[in-house]
T-cell receptor
Framework: QKEVEQNSGPLSVPEGAIASLNCTYS??????FFWYRQYSGKSPELIMS????GDKEDGRFTAQLNKASQYVSLLIRDSQPSDSATYLC???????????FGTGTSLTVIP | DGGITQSPKYLFRKEGQNVTLSCEQN?????MYWYRQDPGQGLRLIYY???????QKGDIAEGYSVSREKKESFPLTVTSAQKNPTAFYLC??????????????FGPGTRLTVL
């Protein structure tokens, strides 16, 4: 079983819509959860961190964490063509030493 | 400016050669990491280091070596024992807070191609 699983997509949404990206993880005692955005040919860029159950909002981005269900999601409101990228979910290991990454979800925002 | 630098941006290796990828950070982070990314795949951990002069193998350490002589620097050597080294190599660093390592920040990456 993979540590972190994401739907690889591709996910396509029209400009202005809400994009919903999902991630599940296998280690129940994981403490920290992250979303990265990666443009083609570039390195990952951190966009959200979440540590507690519930929602965390930052501009057009909302991260949601449900530790009981081992589920973390990212909502992008008012999606823009510049949001078109691959989104990586990352989870800190139970020892706190390593990070596990999903394979990423490819998002395309159609103008 | 604080950040992570990697060099070179592109690197070409002939078969049988060892090559070294540079990673430097001025964020004063304790931990540094090396990942490999292949097309359409996620990040796979090669090595990581939490303190100077100490490092641990990740999931795919075979054919790679590292050193951590300074807090700021964590070079990766791709040896001739690595049979399929063509990939995008990413260096990252992280800081410790409340006993756990927090957000990882990535350098711009090095794209290695075997000729």
């Amino acid at each position: 079983q993979k540590e972190v699983e994401q739907n690889s997509g591709p996910l396509s949404v029209p400009e202005g819509a809400i994009a919903s990206l999902n991630c599940t993880y296998s280690d129940r005692v994981s403490q920290s959860f992250f979303w990265y955005r990666q443009y083609s040919g570039k390195s990952p860029e951190l966009i959200m961190s979440i540590y507690s159950n519930g929602d965390k909002e930052d501009g057009r981005f909302t991260a949601q964490l449900n530790k009981a269900s081992q589920y973390v999601s990212l909502l992008i409101r008012d999606s823009q063509p510049s949001d078109s990228a691959t989104y990586l979910c990352a989870v800190n290991s139970n020892t706190g030493n390593q990070f596990y990454f999903g394979t990423g979800t490819s998002l395309t925002v159609i103008p | 400016d604080g950040g992570i630098t990697q060099s070179p941006k592109y690197l070409f290796r002939k078969e049988g050669q060892n090559v070294t990828l540079s990673c430097e950070q001025n964020l004063n982070h304790d931990a540094m990491y090396w990942y490999r990314q292949d097309p359409g795949q996620g990040l796979r951990l090669i090595y990581y280091s939490q303190i100077v002069n100490d490092f641990q193998k990740g999931d795919i350490a075979e054919g790679y070596s590292v050193s951590r002589e300074k807090k700021e620097s964590f070079p990766l050597t791709v040896t001739s024992a690595q049979k399929n080294p063509t990939a995008f190599y990413l260096c990252a660093s992280s800081y410790r807070l409340a006993g756990f390592y927090n957000e990882q920040f990535f350098g711009p990456g090095t794209r290695l191609t075997v000729l």
